[in-house]
């Protein structure tokens, strides 16, 4: 790990992992933005010069770590508590990059590397860092990728290990609970396209507003479905009725309407559609393993 923070220049601030990917950088601009510190831990340099470029005055620290074991682990609490950090929330967005293949094909070892780098690292992480919360208000999140509740076409593997994380989300509140804390799963329905930048704030919207509720309660599982955009919503834009409609029949723009209760609920779905026909292999949107 290097990049940590010099003794005393940050007393308290959000730990963000993952912060070199898309929804990891969601999550620190959407902190910053709200005036939050941001100790930010990642492994992708150019990601971090991204961000430092958006943030040239916001009380932001990067530091280069991975995640990869409980030892890495350790050593970031160890770094933390050096700085004299007192954390007052954590957001861990970690996973790996995995092909697509179906796993009653695939060697047993492909699951089990979808394990190692999508399910354990949060544990290790959550394990040295919970203690490093500040108990009258800090809260821990871990964002979840698509397919946790429903297999994901392709990768059955990804699949299982999101919906590991579920159940880990879950026995991890409660043994927190115990101390007074609050582990929640952020899990998010779709993708995160790399360059999505509305949809990536629009989730570090929601994960800090579960930070901030933490003292106060609330589900081990929170499912996100993300907004439309705007972009989403031009892109899923029915065409243009005819300005010639045939004798005899009712315009198409007026049978729409009659028909369908909502014009918006007629555009998520097909949103919803075109997004299911050209799935996004998993580690192209969330962020690299760290």
């Not at 340099?45 to 958006?54: G, M, Q, S, V, W």
């Not at 300005?243 to 998520?268: E, F, I, N, Q």
Request: neutral net charge; proline residues 6%.
């Amino acid at each position: 790990m290097s990049g940590i923070i010099a003794s005393g220049t940050m007393p308290s601030a959000l730990v963000v992992l993952g912060a070199a990917g898309a929804i990891g950088a969601g999550v620190v601009d959407a902190a910053l933005e709200s005036g939050r510190a941001v100790v930010a831990v990642g492994l992708d340099a150019a990601a971090h010069e991204a961000l430092r470029a958006r943030h040239p005055a916001a009380r932001l620290v990067v530091a280069d770590a991975a995640i990869t074991s409980d030892a890495a682990a350790a050593a970031l609490a160890a770094g933390l508590r050096e700085g004299g950090i007192v954390v007052d929330g954590v957001v861990a967005s970690l996973a790996g990059t995995h092909r697509c293949g179906r796993l009653i094909d695939e060697p047993a070892d492909l699951l089990r590397r979808t394990l190692d780098q999508d399910l354990l690292p949060h544990l290790f992480a959550a394990r040295h860092l919970l203690p490093l919360l500040r108990h009258d208000s800090g809260g821990y999140v871990l964002v979840g990728g698509a397919g946790g509740r429903y297999p994901w076409a392709g990768y059955g593997h990804c699949s299982i290990a999101a919906a590991a994380l579920r159940m880990m989300a879950r026995v991890l509140n409660d043994e927190a609970g115990r101390q007074g804390q609050r582990v929640q799963l952020l899990s998010i329905d779709a993708p995160v396209r790399a360059g999505a930048t509305e949809e990536a704030l629009a989730l570090g919207r929601r994960a800090l507003s579960m930070l901030e509720g933490a003292s106060r309660g609330g589900a081990a599982i929170v499912d996100y479905a993300a907004p439309m955009t705007s972009q989403v919503i031009a892109n899923a834009q029915p065409p243009a009725a005819s300005s010639s409609p045939v004798p005899g029949r009712v315009a198409p723009a007026a049978a729409a309407a009659a028909a369908v209760p909502g014009r918006r609920d007629l555009r998520a779905a097909r949103a919803l559609l075109a997004a299911i026909a050209s799935p996004m292999p998993p580690g192209s949107f969330q962020d690299e393993y760290c």
